[in-house]
């Protein structure tokens, strides 16, 4: 049984169809790439696969269960987690509340949550969790400090972080190395690494910066225009003349 089956997923705003048939599937564990040209489409897919929009028309099956148009909470329950690509974090909230409050069930609404995060005292574990996933990414120091005194580079990582306080069976990354600086990609790329030995699920990460993703994704599916052009090794898809096309295209 696959853990994250796509199938004919389809996605139009008005006039603009950003998804026009999706397929892949995705076997078993992996780091993965998803990479394609600006506007192919791979935001919508996630949007889509993470409950974040609904699909006009096609398939999401994680692990062999139709879930399908299932709303956000509901897919982050069954297992979907993901990080957006314009980077959400609360920056009046302190970098450690902001990974406890990620570890809150999402159906209960932001206000909610966060009021919940701050009345449990953070059970012992989960704060001792919290710091070691802050360390990892040099932010301990940050822990009690509010997030808007991070750097974008920074922020980011708080939110990818963030999402590996729980156990999901699917983790979407969305340009995680995007905004990033060179000194900190390496911790970043060091991070996803750490946290796929530790869980060795599926990693689907959405990423331009090719030489980061290249290095970290051992199969790659390449997206355009609305549907999957290509899909291999990144040997393969760098020397695809199609992948080439589209993106000089
Ligand atoms: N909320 C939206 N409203 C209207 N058009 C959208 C919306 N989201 C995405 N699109 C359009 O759908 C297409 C695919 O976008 P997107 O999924 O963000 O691509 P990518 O992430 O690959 O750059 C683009 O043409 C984009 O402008
Ligand atoms: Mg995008």
Redesign the pocket.
């Known amino acids: 049984m696959s853990i994250l089956q796509v199938s004919g997923l389809a996605?139009a705003?008005?006039g603009?169809?950003?998804?026009e048939g999706v397929d892949f599937d995705i076997a078993g564990p992996g780091i993965y790439g998803l990479i394609?040209?600006?506007?192919?489409?791979?935001?919508?897919?996630?949007?889509a696969v993470a409950g974040t929009?609904k699909p006009d028309s096609g398939r999401v099956m994680l692990q062999g269960k139709d879930v399908t148009g299932w709303p956000s909470h509901r897919m982050a329950r069954a297992g979907i987690s993901r990080t957006f690509?314009e980077c959400r974090v609360l920056a009046e909230e302190s970098c450690l509340d902001n990974v406890l409050f990620a570890a809150q069930p999402k159906g209960l609404g932001a206000t909610v949550r966060q009021l919940v995060t701050r009345a449990s005292g953070h059970r012992r574990d989960l704060r001792e969790e919290a710091m070691r996933l802050l360390s990892m990414v040099r932010l301990q120091d940050y822990a009690h400090q509010p997030a808007a005194l991070l750097s974008f580079g920074q922020r980011r990582l708080l939110e990818i972080v963030s999402t590996f306080i729980s156990s999901p069976e699917v983790f979407l990354l969305?340009e995680p190395a995007s905004g990033v600086n060179p000194a900190l990609l390496e911790v970043l790329a060091d991070f996803i690494s750490a946290m796929y030995a530790e869980r060795p699920r599926v990693f689907l990460v959405?990423e331009h910066n090719m030489e980061f993703i290249m290095s970290l994704a051992q199969d790659i599916i390449v997206?355009h225009q609305?549907r999957v052009l290509e899909r291999g090794t990144p040997a393969q898809v760098q020397a695809s003349p199609a992948v080439m096309e589209a993106y000089l295209g």
Do not use: E, S
């Open positions: 996605k705003y008005g603009i169809r950003a998804l394609g040209p600006n506007g192919a489409g791979k935001t919508t897919l996630f949007d929009v690509q969305d959405v997206m609305g």
